[in-house]
């Protein structure tokens, strides 16, 4: 019993950087209904910026996370301006080819930069248990989970409070109307791309230490990402957060429990999308799309 | 479109020439060039297969390189459990991928754009450690290593001559069936679907039947590509058919041209030879960046510039060339047909 619950926070910790992921995924798809194939390729090539900025400037962890969030939120911003808004107004399998195009490039440039050498990544915690009752929880999963919840709150302020925020919103629900109002649509969707690259940027920097770094190492972590969010509804922000912790929590126990859990986890992926989709296509929090022909 | 159909004395030319460069490739090139361009042919197949699937019928699929891995496994497994003669197993090979891309396409049939790429991503990334996981029937990381495939005898071949008449016989056979199926009436319902689901429907065409069929088809001919690629190289392991695999297949099929016949042809060269000359690359350095070894970054840049300058692909630019030709010498004018790919 003590070794389920043991499971299940570790479970909820991986699943804080699952949803960390989806929202990202979520942002885009908000922006312009399509899922970002990018995503995770875009977080493993800035957390590989702070690897360097770490290993060769000696930037101390913290300011080098800052650092390396906004670069990757200029570098979303760069690619929405130079290579999606060509693509404006395509259809959706125009625009995924591209984030497949950008996924591609991406992982390559990676692996010319650093290498396909897996590389030891030292994250901003300590990793020791500490004792709690008869469990040992791992430092290491605390501070993912206060990283993702500070993350969730600048997210929810940025989007009720602030002036930006209220034109990102307004811009993905009725970008005509909000044109018409004198929102820079285009630019809330670069803005859109800048936020979902930041977000990416900080669920790379949380897995690294617990995986190791390498080029390929979000494609797991991107699927999971996507089962996430498919299974708390594309379109919802608690969709995603909540989809995460649950992806996170099933993995976990997944992993541990079924003999060789570790190899079918992706596997488990596939089967929760298809019988989401199956079941229920909006997802938990999604609402039920009408197409109107 | 008519007028183009109607033989030309230049296309049997081209015909003629096309079929001496086929047949005789192997007599001039070395045994390295003869085997990749067997490699192409394998390409060209499986190609034509994701081209009927995303091309004319609009559904995109990330996971035919596991479609692949049902075929090569299928043949590896067989010759390996049974010891028949390996190119029994082709068609095996090619029936079982095919039940199972169409048992995938009933699911697939809710599933539209967005939601089809991620299920066949998620296909794609757990192919892999799946094969892993059952080793006892599988081998594992290990894989299958099988005999290599040897002439039949009477045959005055060397090993990879007869894998490049083996195999590109098999690609030009079902060229020439896809050609058949695309100017069908299964085609012509395969791209109304793609050009408008809603006006399909109201036309009379079944959604369910035509998508799995073209699932189906798809995996088919993967399957049967996974088989040959599981003989030329008389080995299959999980790395083989792994999310790479999957990606570059698509991007072979874009580039070479959605939904015009000769891409899935353009494609493969691509998809072949452009990973061979990246290798030949590794020498190119730019400070302490040496490009090479990988074709990723050229694949990704490729996909972009083609799907803004070329939403046609390869394809689309040589028919382009060969109408401005027909243009000049009879003033003829007939429209490209819609991309289907836009911007």
Not at chain 1, 39 to 62: K, R, V
Not at chain 1, 215 to 231: G, K
Request: glycine share 12%; with cysteine.
């Amino acid at each position: 019993m003590l070794s389920l619950i043991q499971q299940v926070i570790s479970g909820i910790a991986t699943g804080g950087i699952y949803a960390s992921l989806a929202l990202a995924l979520v942002l885009v798809y908000r922006a312009m209904d399509v899922a970002n194939f990018a995503q995770g390729e875009m977080a493993t090539f800035s957390t590989f910026i702070s690897y360097s900025l770490i290993e060769y400037a000696h930037i101390d962890f913290w300011l080098a996370f800052v650092i390396t969030i906004l670069i990757s939120f200029g570098l979303g911003v760069v690619i929405e301006r130079a290579l999606i808004r060509p693509f404006e107004g395509a259809p959706v399998l125009t625009l995924l080819i591209v984030t497949l195009g950008l996924f591609t490039a991406f992982n390559g440039v990676t692996g010319l930069i650093w290498g396909y050498v897996f590389k030891s990544y030292r994250g901003g915690f300590p990793d020791q248990p500490i004792q709690f009752g008869g469990l040992y929880l791992n430092t290491q999963d605390l501070g993912v989970l206060g990283v993702v919840l500070v993350m969730l709150l600048l997210l929810y302020l940025f989007f009720t409070r602030t002036k930006a925020g209220l034109a990102m919103r307004a811009a993905s629900l009725y970008p005509d109307s909000s044109r018409l109002l004198g929102v820079r649509v285009g630019w809330m969707l670069a803005l859109g791309w800048g936020l979902a690259s930041a977000v990416g940027a900080v669920s790379g920097m949380l897995v690294a230490p617990i995986i190791f770094l390498d080029p390929n190492m979000m494609q797991a972590i991107l699927l999971f990402a996507f089962t996430a969010a498919v299974l708390g509804g594309i379109e919802s922000v608690l969709g995603a957060v909540v989809g995460g912790v649950a992806v996170g929590i099933l993995m976990a126990l997944v992993g541990t429990y079924i003999p060789g859990g570790q190899d079918l986890r992706l596997a488990f992926g596939l089967i929760v999308i298809v019988v989401v989709l199956l079941v229920r296509p909006a997802g938990l929090f999604g609402r039920a799309t009408v197409k109107r022909v | 479109m008519r007028r183009l159909s109607r033989t030309r004395p230049e296309l049997i030319g081209l015909a003629v020439v096309a079929a001496v460069v086929l047949i005789g490739l192997p007599t001039v090139t070395n045994q390295f060039f003869t085997f990749e361009f067997a490699k192409v042919a394998i390409f060209v197949t499986a190609l034509i297969g994701l081209n009927l699937l995303t091309g004319y019928s609009g559904q995109i699929s990330l996971g035919n390189g596991a479609f692949m891995a049902v075929g090569g496994y299928t043949t590896a497994i067989l010759v390996q459990r049974t010891g028949i003669p390996y190119w029994t197993t082709i068609p095996v090979a090619g029936i079982l991928a095919g039940v199972v891309g169409f048992l995938i396409g009933i699911p697939a049939l809710r599933l539209t754009g967005v939601y089809l790429a991620l299920a066949t991503f998620a296909l794609a990334l757990s192919i892999p450690p799946v094969l892993n996981h059952f080793d006892t029937f599988t081998g594992g990381h290990g894989g299958i290593v099988m005999a290599p495939a040897m002439p039949p005898l009477g045959l005055d071949l060397s090993q990879e001559q007869w894998l490049y008449y083996l195999c590109s016989g098999i690609a030009l056979v079902l060229f020439l069936f896809a050609w058949g199926i695309v100017r069908s009436r299964t085609g012509r319902a395969f791209m109304a679907i793609r050009d408008s689901e809603t006006a399909a429907v109201a036309s009379g065409i079944s959604l369910a039947y035509y998508k799995t069929l073209a699932f189906g088809l798809s995996a088919a001919y993967a399957g049967v590509a996974g088989s040959l690629l599981a003989i030329a190289t008389s080995y299959v392991n999980p790395d083989t058919f792994g999310l790479s695999l999957s990606l570059a297949l698509l991007v072979g099929v874009v580039i070479g041209g959605l939904g015009l016949d000769f891409g899935a042809v353009l494609g493969s060269l691509l998809v072949v030879w452009l990973p061979y000359y990246a290798e030949k690359a590794s020498g190119l350095q730019i400070g302490s960046l040496s490009f090479g070894g990988k074709p990723d970054i050229f694949y990704g840049a490729l996909l972009i510039l083609i799907l803004f300058f070329a939403p046609h692909g390869a394809a689309g630019l040589v028919q382009r060339g060969w109408r401005w030709y027909l243009l000049r010498r009879t003033a003829a004018r007939s429209p490209l047909p819609e991309p289907v790919v836009e911007r």
